[in-house]
């Protein structure tokens, strides 16, 4: 099965500094990649997907993810933070196939803390 | 166009009793998948419905159960309700075009076991 794994559980930056969330997949094949951000009492919002179409992903809100198969990762990032960023965002690989079904497994999250 | 909309939003139960949770997803989607998110384990797979088929399941026990109407709603059901059921479900779907079809969440239903 494939999986992913984030690094950090808890990512604290200031206000209007770089945002870097990391994530490493495991896959034998190249993997459907998707991070995803949950706010507080809410279900998860997509914020962008990889589909081999192109390297550097640029999804809402002005994140980004760079899929790096040399280093089998897809870390987010985005430039300058916003106190609105602070959630939980999960990243997450696709599994399965048209014949058994499909679902994403899921790493354990990473929650973003931004100080004024 | 409507998002994902679960019902109820939270839920108290009692050990033993049995839940039915409901999902309305997204219309023209016809995938259906929902998930156990709790502060533990995270957020594991449940089972996917397509067609009012269940395509593909989730390493749970069988008192967890689903099923998925015509009109693409889907419920899921938990029997014997233990206190580690207390979690977030969440339900989603997806156009479910190829496995790059992202999944769109509703808020979740909040079931408290006591």
């Known amino acids: 099965a494939q999986s992913v794994t984030q690094l950090g559980s808890h990512v604290s930056v200031s206000e209007g500094a770089l945002v870097l969330l990391r994530c490493n997949y495991s896959?034998?094949?190249?993997?459907?990649l998707f991070w995803y951000v949950q706010y507080p009492n809410q279900g998860l919002q997509l914020l962008l997907k990889?589909?081999?179409?192109?390297?550097l992903v640029k999804g809402i809100n002005g994140f980004e993810a760079e899929f790096k198969k040399s280093e089998t990762s897809f870390h987010l990032t985005k430039p300058s933070a916003h106190m609105s960023d602070a959630a939980e965002y999960f990243c997450?690989?696709?599994?399965?196939?048209?014949?058994?079904?499909?679902?994403?497994?899921f790493g354990k999250g990473t929650s973003l803390l931004v100080t004024p | 166009k409507a998002g994902v909309t679960q019902t109820p939003r939270y839920l108290i139960k009692t050990r033993g009793q049995q839940v039915t949770l409901s999902c309305s997803p997204i219309?023209?989607?016809?995938?259906v998948s929902w998930y156990q998110q709790t502060p533990g384990q995270g957020l594991q797979f449940l089972f996917e419905?397509?067609?009012?088929?269940?395509?593909n399941k989730g390493n749970f026990p069988g008192r967890f159960s689903g099923r998925q109407f015509s009109n693409s709603r889907s419920e899921m059901n938990v029997s014997t309700l233990e206190l580690g059921d207390s979690a977030l479900y969440l339900c989603?779907?997806?156009?479910?075009?190829?496995?790059?079809?992202?999944?769109?969440f509703g808020n979740g239903t909040r079931l408290t076991v006591t």
């Open positions: 989603a779907s997806s156009l479910r075009q190829g496995d790059n079809s992202p999944l769109h």
């Open positions: 896959s034998s094949v190249p993997p459907y």
């Open positions: 990889y589909t081999s179409a192109a390297t």
């Open positions: 997450a690989v696709s599994d399965g196939n048209s014949n058994s079904g499909y679902a994403l497994n």
């Open positions: 219309s023209g989607h016809r995938s």
């Open positions: 419905y397509f067609s009012e088929t269940q395509r």
